[in-house]
Structure formats: C-alpha cells, structure tokens
C-alpha cells in the first residue's frame, strides 16, 4: 500500500506523481498482490487505460486457497454459498455447488440497463394508434447514459476486484484471475446499470455483469473494440470474448459469490472521486489567490502566524500554499494601517480562506486513507485462511468506510464551491470588487452586459452543491428478508459525489476565467494609471504655476489630486467612460480651490485644468484599453500561481481577454448570407463562440485533467520554496 503521510501536500503531490508515472511508464508497468495498488494507478489502469501483471508470488496464493475450498467441501463442511443458499435463506443445503455459483450470479442480473437497439424508433409515419405514438415519445433524458456505468467506472472495479481476489483469501482458481486480466488487456468492459445496490453484501448486482462477461454470457454485453481507431461499439459478452480469444470462465465451488461478494463497484467509483477532489481542492488554493490579487487584497491573511497560534495542520497547509502562490505579485495591497473610510481588512472569502479550505483538507486525508486502504482489501465472504486452514465467515463486504470518505468528500465541495462562489460574485459586483467595472466588462458599462449571466449560473451551481451535501448513509432500509438491515449505500454516495464533483468542476471553470478576465482589468487600469500620471502632473502644474509666486503648495496639491483621482476611478466604475472623467474631474475642483487662493485667476486656471485634464483622461484610457485588448498580458503583475494558471487559460485552452466584439454573431445582410461559400465551392457555416463555449473548454480541460498538471506545478513550487 502506498505511504499515507499526515501531511495533505505531500499526499496529493505523490499521489499526482504515481498517477503521472503510470502514463509514462511502459507495458506491465503495474504490479497487482493485493496490498500496494495507489488510488492513482487506479485513476490511470480506469480512465487511461494503464496496463497491469500479477506477481507470481500472489498466483500461488490464489492456488492454495482454490484448493482448499475443494479439500473443505470433501471433508463436509458447510460452508456459506458454497454449499449452503444465500443470505436470509443460509438454511438451505445443496450439493450442486458448482450450478449454485450459476444460480446466484444469473439472479443478480436485475437492474434496469437499455440496450441501444430499444432506442430505435420504428417508422410508423401513417399509423395513429396512441400505444404507437406513445412508444415512439422522445426521451426524459439518455437512457443508455441514465441506466449504465461509464466504462471508467467498471474498468477500476474490475482492477480493485482483481487486487482482492490475487490475495489468496477468496478461494477463486487462477483461470477465473486470468480472465478478468485478459478482460481489461482486451478492453472489454461489460454493461452495468448504475442502479440497484445497496453497498451491503457488497455490490452483488452490478459485480454480477462482470461475473456474467467472465462467463461470456450471451445475455450479457460489453464495449469492445479498439478506441484508438475509432471503432469502440456494444456486443454481446460472447462474441466480444470469441473475438478477442478469451475462454469463457466454468464457475467453480465459491466463485460466484467471490466475484459478486464485495466492495469493488464502490471502490471504484470513490477512488475516482478522490483523484477528482484533491485536484479541485488544490485549485481552489490557486483560484483563491488569483481571487486576491483580483480584488487588491493582502497577503497579510496567511501569515504563519495565524496558523501557529491555531495550529490546526489543514489550516497551516493551506495558508502556505496560498502565501507561495501570491509570491512576486504587484496585484497584492500590503497595508500599512493609515488607510481612511475604507476596509481596514479584506473580506470574509479571502481572509478566511485558510480556515475555510483547512478542515476540508483534514477530512479529505482522512477519505484518501479510507479508500486507499479498501481498494487493497479484501471483501467478500467467507475468508479462506490457508495458513490455519480454517474458512471464516464475517462481514468485511460492508462498505461503511467508503460511505464515510464519500460524505466527507460532498461536503467538502459544498464548503469549497461556497467559498468560490463568494469570491466570484464579489469579483463581479462593483459594489465589493475594488474597483472592477460591473460584471467585469471591458466594454462602457451601459452596452455590455458580458457577466450577469454566469453571476446566475455561479448560484445555481452552488445551490445544487448544498443539496448534494446531504448525507445518504442515513438513508438505510431493511432489505433481503430482513437479513440485510445494515447497508451502507455507498454506491449510491459515491455516485452522488462524482456529481457534486462535476458540479464543482463547472463553477471552478466560471471563476476561473472571470478571475482571469479580472486581472487583466486590473493590469489595463495600472497600465492607464502609469501612462496617465505623469500628463496629469503636467497639465495640473502648467494649469496653477501662476496662480501663486509661493508655489510650495502645487506638490501636495498634486499628490493629493491624484489620489483622489485614482479613488474616482474606483467610485465611478459604472459610468461610461464618455462622462465618467469629466465627473472625476468635477469631484476634485472643491479640493483644489481649498488649496489655491480665492482668485479670478484661481477659477479660470481650474476651469482650463478640468476641460484639459478630463479630456486628456478620456483619450488616454480610449487608447490604453485599445491596446491592452489587442494584446492582453497581466502576467508581469501576477504572482507565481496566477501566473501560470492564467497563461494556460489564455495560451493553451485559447480563451480571450473577453468584451461583446469576441462573441458577437456577425449580422449577414440576408439570410442567404448565413451560409458562406468558399473558393472551393464548399460551403461552411459562420460560427462565433459564446461566453459558455470558453467556459465549457475550461471545464473539458478539468475533467480530461490537463487543467491540472499546472495546479500540480504550482503546488511543487510552492513547496520548494517553503520546505517545511
């Protein structure tokens, strides 16, 4: 088993290490004995399509333990679902211990699963029968998606039931191991309905179709088919084997129920969950530093002296984190508490954010561990203990474990998305953006409204993560003749998680860019700033350098001018820019002619002054936001983390600085002209992206992964520059 350390750190970045390792690593480069599979060699053999072995040391185990299932039965002893029935009907004798292993998998097959060819409509076009036309009425949804387990899903349970049953405790044959290795060699994933467990004795039902591929069930079906080449298709389990050269397995005393008894299916899906949320967990650390930088705030609120007077080591990692993350950035404010009628501190979901994120990271550990240490378990029923020669009858197919990692892992997106989506609409509302124009638009704010919309999306998201927190393991209900009155359900969370999860991902990819979009407006506003100060030093000393012999007074005049310039700026962010300076300007000339003396000469020079300095502002941020938007780069104000977050978004994934031109549909002159012709004579579609199709880029590179080597790299340097 993989070292499980007490640091959250360093956890995620081995774990993102031997997830990376198995990519690159060549063929049977994953070794299975039941004790050392990782949560991420799980994520790379499921979703990547990683290759595995089985040490020679784990198939003699799983011989001996075959064998002494057969000596046990000729002894006579009863022995639970090998010669007895199953579950609240144990009573029951048999000798037909081989066709009983037949009856239990063939009786599991009981969720709901739709087969492609039930989706097809037949061509009734004349016939008005309402049975007919209520048989041809269009889906609630995906059927085939609604009923059946992404193949990801059973390719990792497939592996964990492997790295159980290679233990030896199982009493399974060595060709009953070999078919589930030839199974994900030959990338045949068998078809299982995503309903219909309760997690107690295990995942009897959905194990059952793996049982039932094994077997090459003609009534069982698979994907098959090479993906690479495109031609990944549905067969039945029987021809999918016929053509890939597998035997179909015979069922032996026990095997049945060693391949349905246990916790794989949720396994699975949990160590998928886990890789999920320690990458989102660690990108909420990133986009809470962009977040700062965004909305001016300090770094003051991560100061190892918080997290040593409060030691709590979740806290400590994170404000780290975000800390290193913030280094060399020019966006951070370091107060020097002189500040007047303004926050004297930052916001809730800034300041707090280590406190916030840090019990999120303790229990995310915790989860990890859980996981980790089931998908190197053993978990079906009986045990076959070779070493006392004794066949041991318990519990360890309840999968409460897996239930407990899983309702810590929703809550825990609940507590992150809450504390994204505060940021966001912060980001978003001038009212508490630090000067940001509303709804971040770099158009006049009377003609874009770019933003408001994914403000409304951002509470959705988040209101659907409140409900997914909810606990399911409260849910229990008695099942199988009262024999089952404990069941964990944890199937059922697990699967809910990786929802809460997407849902996580979808407002993790909406802060992202609208905190990328964010920066960028901060680096054109000190771009104006550092080209504007010196004409308006200039144009304010020409204007009052002969109002007074004494002209001492026109330095502190000037500073203070434009201060309260740049306070105009931030006060006036919902005004065309047409008269927002004009306004700015306006709001100063009470101040000057308290610091000038009462002169006809006075007023005529602030009269020039305002007319000047109003038009030279205009003109001057015209010109400044012409340029940054036709070559956008805040980089040189980032900190390290922003940075390299921003230029993936920007430089990789293609996502622009963004104003009403970039996703505006070009208005044809006719109809006709909404399909143009080419030179070839081909003919191609006028096609502009919208403020969702960026988003949705965002969101594809989170759920490919790609969006996460960066975090990871973040994260390293990090690290580095604080070892301990």
Known sequence: MEDLTDSYNQTVLVHWNSFTGSLKASNDNISLNGQSLSLAQVVAVARNGSTIHIKDTALQLVAKSAQMVHQSLEKGEIIYGVNTGFGGSANTRTKAVEELQRLLTRGLHYGMLVQPTDLKHRTTKHESNVMTKLSMSLPLDDPEAATCMPESWVRAAMLIRLNSLVTGMSGVQIATVDSLVHLLEHDIVPRIPIRGSISASGDLSPLSYIAGAMQGKATITAWTGQRSKGQRRIERA?????????????????????????????????????????????????????????????????????????????????????NAFLGGSRLVYRSDGSEEASLRQDRYSIRTASQWIGPVLEDLLLAHQQVTIEVNSVTDNPLVDTARQRMLHGGNFQAKAITSAMEKVRQGCQTIGRMLSVQCTELINPATSRGLPPNLVVDEPSESYLWKGTDIMVAALQSELGFLANPVGSHVQTAEMGNQALNSLALISARYTLDALDVLSQLSAVHLIAVCQAVDLRAMNINFFETFHPQFTQLTRDAFKDVEEDQSWLDQCERTSWAAFKRGMDQTVGMDSSKRFAHIIDLLQPAILRATPASLKTLTALSTWSERCSACALAQFNLTRENYISAPDATPFLGIASCRMYRFVREKLCVPFMQEKTITTPEPESADERVNGTQSGQQERIQTPTVSSFMTAVYQAMRTGTMYAPVMECLREAIQSNPS
């Open 238 to 322: 029987d021809v999918a084997l016929h053509e890939a050269g597998i035997r179909p397995i015979k069922l032996g005393p026990k095997e049945g129920l060693a391949i349905v008894n246990g916790t794989a299916i949720s396994a699975a899906v949990a160590a998928l969950a886990m890789h999920e949320i320690h990458c989102q967990a660690l990108l909420s650390q990133a986009l809470t530093a962009m977040a700062v930088e965004a909305l001016v705030g300090t770094d003051e609120s991560f100061d190892p002296l918080f997290a040593r007077s409060r030691p709590h080591p979740g806290q400590e990692e994170s404000a780290r984190n975000i």
